[in-house]
């Protein structure tokens, strides 16, 4: 192991690092699922389920909540760092934005992350801005 991380947990960060070029984003009831071009999805439960952890890396499920018109999901990470993800639309440009909030470490550092995402059909390129 390098740095604390085994290659899961370092495996899982690098996912969570490396935006997709696109999404596709699918409404049902009580859930959302998100599905990129690297074949990666992402269901967000908003029902309230319980929701058994996937050992699959490429199909993970979340619980999530819509705070206003944003959707919240909260998750562990490596060595039990809190990751807060969250995707809300631009209501002025359509954009989505998806953001990472990982909060680190015994002082509790947080780090922001957000990508941007246009809309399909305007020939932009996703970009991603630190906070």
Known sequence: MRGGQNDSDRQKMRDLLR????L???????????????????????????????????NQPFAAKWEDY?????EKGPHGNKIERSL????STGQ?????????GRENRQVTLRYVYDPAGTGQTPGAAQQ
Not at 88 to 91: L, M
Not at 96 to 104: D, R
Request: without cysteine.
């Open 96 to 104: 989505l934005y998806e953001t990472l909030q990982f909060t680190m």
């Open 24 to 58: 596709a984003i699918v409404k049902k009831d009580g859930e959302i699922d998100v599905n990129d071009d690297q074949n990666r999805k992402s269901e967000f439960y908003t029902d309230g389920r319980k929701i058994e952890k996937s050992k699959d890396p490429d």
């Open 70 to 74: 944003r959707l919240v999901a909260e």
């Open 19 to 22: 935006p997709a070029q696109s």
């Open 88 to 91: 809300e639309i631009s209501p």
